[in-house]
Structures are given as structure tokens and as C-alpha cells.
């Protein structure tokens, strides 16, 4: 509503302006008013700029709420205002063109300059530009969804939010949360940890077997299952990687019991103390 008040009043304004200025055109054209032919030419630009914004500005009232609203189901609100004013822009920018073509430069030469202008422009928001192709990118691939557990980089939480230049992880419990632009989906590994729950896997690299083996593999998940909330997937078994042993911890969890990683990683290397090279443990 408020949009649409600011578009009539802009209308208005330059109807105004329009009929101020085609009196004094026709004035100078029928010689009521003595003036240089280059201020004739100029009264003549700023008709064609005036009447080139008026058709904008009324083109923007028609089908402004219909760029609006076909958005609606497929992105948020700060992502349709942006495309909101993008569309705004472009139909303005169109104006200023049509003026400036009026004005004698050549086509070839507007082209030029919109291009030089467009990659200054770019450039001097490059990193802005970045997270908005990347927006595009979440939106249209779906690497995550609001509601997954991601880790990118350092960063691991739940998505709560994807907006155009951002999106907001969540850190445990509200209101510990931190903003992540867009553009370091481009530029770091990401992992979708899933939504709700998700499987978490520990490997600890041993220099021997441990003598009691099979015991100790059902005290580490006695424990978990005594810890965790998710009983039903817990897997303790050996596997060889780059000729090293290594005992993997697999079992259900969610961010809400990031403390649990820590937990069952210190009762671990106090269980199996004696045959754990430490310092390799992920």
C-alpha cells in the first residue's frame, strides 16, 4: 500500500513537471519566447527523460504487485524485495538510456558505457554480487534446506534461515547463532549433517588391538546408549586405513548433543588408554 501511495504521488509529480515543461517547449517553438537553440535542445532531453520516467513509473504501478506476487510460494520476503527492486531499476535504467540515445550517442557507445558502468559497479560490489549468485545456487541446487545441520568450513549448526546475502546457523540454544554470507558456499566444503538427526562417526587410531576387544567395544556403547537420546544405531567396529588400525565409533545424534562427541571421545581414550596412538583421533 504504501509502495503503490509512493507510485501515484511520483506520477503525479511528473505529470506536473511534463506540463511545466511542454508550455515552455511550445512557447519557444512558437517564438512566444525568445531562447538559444541549445537551450531548446536541452528542453527537448528533459521532455524525452520526463515522459521516459512517467512511462516507467506507470509501467511499475501496472506490474509492480504482479512481480510481487509471483514470487510469493517460491522465495522469502527480503528475497522478493530485492527482486522487487531489481525489476524497478532496470525499468528506470531503461529511461535513462532512451535519454541518452535521444541526446545523439550512438548505440554502440551506450552499450559501452553501460558496460564499463556495470563492471565498475560490479567490481566495487563484487563480494555482495558473490553471495547473491550463491543464493541462487542454494536455492536452485539445494545443497541444504532451512531445518538441516550443515558444517561449512569451521561452522556447524542448524539452518534457520536463507536470505539473499546470508543465512543464519544456529549455535545450540537460542539466541547463540552466527550469520554466514552466501558466498562461502562457493569457496569451502560443506556437509549436510541432515535434518533432525544424523549419524556421527569417531576414529581413533591404534597402535595394538586391545586385549579385550569385544569387551570393551560393549562398555563404549553401554555408554552411549546411556548417554544418548538415539539408541536405535550404534556401530563399534575396526577398519584399516593407510596401513594403520583404527577403532570407528559410529552412532545417531543431533546438534541439540554436540556435548556428546566430546564425552564419548574422552571415555574412550580412557578406556582404551594402553592401545591408542594418541593425537590421531577425529
Known amino acids: 500500500m504504501a509502495l503503490t501511495k509512493t507510485l501515484y504521488k511520483r506520477i503525479f509529480l511528473l505529470s506536473a513537471i511534463l506540463v511545466v515543461v511542454e508550455l515552455i517547449y511550445i512557447a519557444v517553438r512558437r517564438e512566444f519566447v525568445q531562447i538559444d537553440a541549445g537551450f531548446l535542445l536541452t528542453i527537448e532531453l528533459v521532455l524525452t527523460l520526463i515522459v521516459s520516467l512517467l512511462a516507467s513509473t506507470v509501467i511499475l504501478r501496472l506490474t509492480g504487485n504482479k512481480v510481487w506476487n509471483m514470487f510469493e510460494k ?27 540515445w535521444k541526446a545523439g550517442l550512438s548505440l ?26 550463491a543464493w541462487f545456487i542454494i536455492l536452485n541446487k539445494k545443497p541444504f534446506h532451512m531445518g538441516d545441520y550443515i ?17 543464519t546457523l544456529e549455535q545450540g540454544r537460542k539466541p547463540e547463532y552466527i550469520k554466514v554470507p552466501n558466498s562461502i558456499v562457493l569457496g ?38 546411556s548417554r544418548s537420546a538415539y539408541q536405535h544405531l550404534i556401530r563399534i567396529g575396526l577398519v584399516s586405513e593407510l596401513n594403520a588400525i583404527q577403532l570407528k565409533v559410529e552412532y545417531t545424534t543431533s546438534f541439540e548433543q554436540e556435548h556428546l562427541k566430546s564425552a564419548i571421545t574422552a571415555f574412550v581414550c580412557q578406556r582404551l588408554e594402553d592401545s591408542l596412538k594418541f593425537g590421531n583421533q577425529h
Do not use: H, W
Open 188 to 225: 569451502k566444503s560443506l556437509q549436510n549433517l541432515g535434518e533432525g538427526k544424523f549419524v556421527q562417526e569417531l576414529l581413533f587410531t591404534l597402535k595394538a588391538i586391545p586385549p579385550f576387544y569385544e569387551n570393551e567395544c560393549q562398555e563404549i556403547t553401554n555408554y552411549i546408549k
Open 151 to 167: 558444517k561449512i568450513g569451521d561452522d556447524v549448526g542448524l539452518v534457520t534461515r536463507i536470505g539473499t546475502f546470508f543465512f
Open 74 to 100: 517460491e522465495m522469502e520476503l527480503e528475497q522478493r524485495i530485492i527482486i522487487s527492486k531489481l525489476y524497478a531499476i532496470s525499468l528506470y535504467s531503461l529511461a535513462i538510456i532512451i535519454t541518452v
Open 108 to 133: 554502440g557507445n551506450i552499450t559501452l558505457f553501460v558496460g564499463l558502468l556495470a563492471s565498475g559497479f560490479a567490481f566495487a560490489i563484487r563480494d555482495i554480487l558473490l553471495s547473491f549468485f
